[in-house]
């Protein structure tokens, strides 16, 4: 059994279409589910969620335009293909600013427009994905990036003051020394005459000693 290539969900209350339609698309290998009315079709998504949405305009309890506006507030990625044969160009135009993907009038006497309309919406669907994906992995990439360039700023911060403060204790104990030389000089310099007065002393002490003999 062959893989279908996406799941669509026809909303539709006329059955013959809605009956057509359905058989088209699955021997084309969609997943095809179906709702009679706007509100059935948001139950249906709330439960199984269609890669894509087609929508009749006119239908008891919420009609195609109404059901456009709530996917486009709650699910703006979800694609919606509006179909109609009561629509004028104005509702045409609203439809396509409120974010219908295209709009095709019914009956549809070629199907081949339909299915080609689906494949637009599930091929600009998927570039958008891939253009979402790709947008948040690199602004993930660039996060992580400027993250790594703060860390490292930071350890560059750091490193420099620890070179600072290695400078200073290296300055201070270059001063601690020179004054330690300067104070071994200095007491050098107490220590040679006060030896030479000390040996002095000694002698005139002996000399002393035999004068008073």
Known sequence: MAVPKATLLIVEDDIFTRTSMMAYLKAEGYAVSKASSGIE??????????????????????GGLELLKKLKE???????????GEGTMGTVIEALQLGARDYLQKPIQDMGLLKHS??????????KKAHDMYREDLEWLVEKRTQELSDKNEQLVETVEQRKLA????????????????????AHEINTPTQFVSSNVDFLEESFEGILE
């Open 167 to 186: 400078e200073a204790q290296l300055l201070q104990a270059q001063k601690l020394e020179s004054v330690g030389q300067l104070a071994a000089g200095i």
């Open 41 to 62: 079709a948001l139950k249906v998504i709330g439960t199984h969620q269609p890669d894509l949405v087609i929508t009749d305009l006119r239908m008891p309890e919420m």
């Open 118 to 127: 689906i494949e637009l919406a599930l091929s600009h669907a998927s570039l």
């Open 74 to 84: 709650g699910m703006p990625k979800l694609p919606v293909i509006i179909i109609s």
